[in-house]
């Protein structure tokens, strides 16, 4: 099937409130929009690529398989993103505590063990 023969309004209309469902549970409500429509482009160059073969599943079926992906890579950059902000705010934080130790005053030591007690 070529992709001229795709009712792509159709199938965005049939197809959107399911997705952006199946990606509300999981996400915020902006966050599901965009990845919402991240499917959308990724579906349509699918088909437009000719990758789309009928014997080995449904539009939806696809369409589906495309959300999941495109979920699981959302959730990987926030992991990444994540993990290096909180290196960032490890790094700052040491290099906080080295300076309060280093200022050598009864006070900032005794703030210094309070917080590595933490």
Known sequence: MNNSSFDWTNIVLELS?????YFAARFSRTQASDLTQETF?????????????????SLTMVAFGIARNVGLEFIRENIKHSHSVTEDLLQ??????????????EETLALRQCILKL
């Open 92 to 105: 700052s934080f040491a290099s906080n505590i080295e300076s309060l130790n280093s200022a050598g005053n």
């Open 41 to 57: 482009l990724r579906l349509y160059l699918f088909v437009k690529q000719g990758h789309l073969d009928s014997s080995k599943g």
């Open 17 to 21: 409130p399911r997705l952006l469902g």
